[in-house]
């Protein structure tokens, strides 16, 4: 069973994702430079999100993916995050039953 995260770091991660493939969707319609920023821009997202949410196998194949030029057009790291942070956050401590006033 994988732990728990809190509310703040799923926050985080999916600002960070959507904020990758934000900047790379423009990025990589700009030839090769675009690529070469993209694959040093993944790296870095990946460590980061397996750092914050811990290893999920979903983002192996976004990274992979993103390496194939105009194929990372699709918001993966976003998804990858959807997958990885699923089901995985807090669980609320449930309030007592109220006693009815009479």
Known sequence: MLQP???TRIRL????????????????LTGPMGWFLGAG???ITMIILWAMLGFHWAFL?????EAVPYLNLAPLWTLAVAL????????LPSLPPSLPLS
């Not at 991660?13 to 990589?28: E, G, N, R």
């Not at 194949?61 to 993916?65: A, K, Q």
């Not at 990885?84 to 669980?91: D, F, L, S």
């Open 5 to 7: 995260l809190s509310r």
């Open 41 to 43: 821009l993944d790296l």
């Open 61 to 65: 194949p976004s990274f992979v993916t």
């Open 13 to 28: 991660a999916w600002a960070i994702a959507l904020a990758v493939d934000a900047i790379q969707v423009p990025a990589d």
């Open 84 to 91: 990885a942070t699923r089901g995985r956050g807090e669980v």
